[in-house]
């Protein structure tokens, strides 16, 4: 079945890159997503890759998929504490466009 | 972006009571909307997706007759815990779309069932 995983934990310093890495299963999703959740909210999108894709960057996110490896990572750079939260990944599954699968999301601490 | 707005933010019942949660589109027309559950530290879990106008589709495992959801326009779903139960203490998140891409995730609602 349609699976996404994620490592839990990552602690970084301010200042430092974060690099927060997924894998799935599913290889026909189209879009592949990352989604920031601070305590008690929601998810916030932060940003989204095209299968057809290796890599995207908006501002200090790069995000870089491999294919083969159905491997996607989500790299942050000059963390600030305010990057503090839970990051999840998520794929498009098999019920359509609009149906996410999501990882048990990645819980970034940023310490000075 | 797209705003999606719950209500309430948070509501503490007694067990046995039902409870009902809005998940409004206030910018844009919802063809779709969807429900999760999030337990402590895990993972959004996908309750039901419910188009306008027809009934929800609900994932396996999830109980339709006490888990209600109602989508009767296009900026409105409603989720309601019918005879809630400890056990059903949970955060509920709704999200809505347009059409194929990006889901809107509302704030979010924590329920606790005494």
């Known amino acids: 079945g349609e699976d996404v995983e994620q490592s839990l934990f990552l602690s970084v310093r301010e200042g430092d890159s974060s690099v927060i890495n997924c894998t799935y299963t599913?290889?026909?999703?189209?879009?592949l997503y990352w989604y920031k959740q601070e305590p008690g909210a929601g998810l916030q999108l932060l940003t989204y890759?095209?299968?057809?894709?290796d890599m995207k960057q908006d501002q200090r996110l790069t995000v870089l998929l491999n294919k083969k490896d159905k491997h996607l990572s989500l790299r942050i750079a000059d963390t600030q504490t305010g990057d503090s939260a839970i990051y999840f990944c998520?794929?498009?599954?098999?019920?359509?466009?609009?149906?996410?699968?999501f990882g048990a999301g990645t819980r970034l601490a940023v310490h000075p | 972006g797209a705003v999606v707005s719950q209500h309430p933010s948070r509501v503490i019942c007694k067990s046995g009571t039902s409870v009902k949660i809005e998940c409004r589109s206030l910018?844009?027309?919802?063809?779709?909307m969807f429900w999760y559950r999030q337990f402590p530290k895990k993972s959004l879990m996908l309750m039901a997706t419910?188009?306008?106008?027809?009934?929800?589709?609900?994932e396996q495992g999830v109980e339709k007759d006490k888990f209600l959801i109602n989508h009767a326009s296009l900026t409105l779903s409603t989720l309601t815990v019918t005879s809630a139960h400890p056990e059903d203490s949970s955060f509920y998140i709704c999200?809505?779309?347009?059409?194929?891409?990006?889901?809107?995730f509302g704030p979010g609602t924590r329920l606790t069932v005494l």
């Open positions: 998520a794929e498009v599954g098999s019920g359509g466009y609009n149906k996410l699968i």
């Open positions: 599913d290889s026909s999703s189209t879009y």
């Open positions: 890759i095209f299968s057809n894709m």
């Open positions: 910018d844009f027309q919802a063809t779709t």
């Open positions: 419910s188009n306008e106008g027809s009934k929800a589709t609900y």
């Open positions: 999200s809505g779309t347009s059409g194929p891409g990006e889901q809107f």
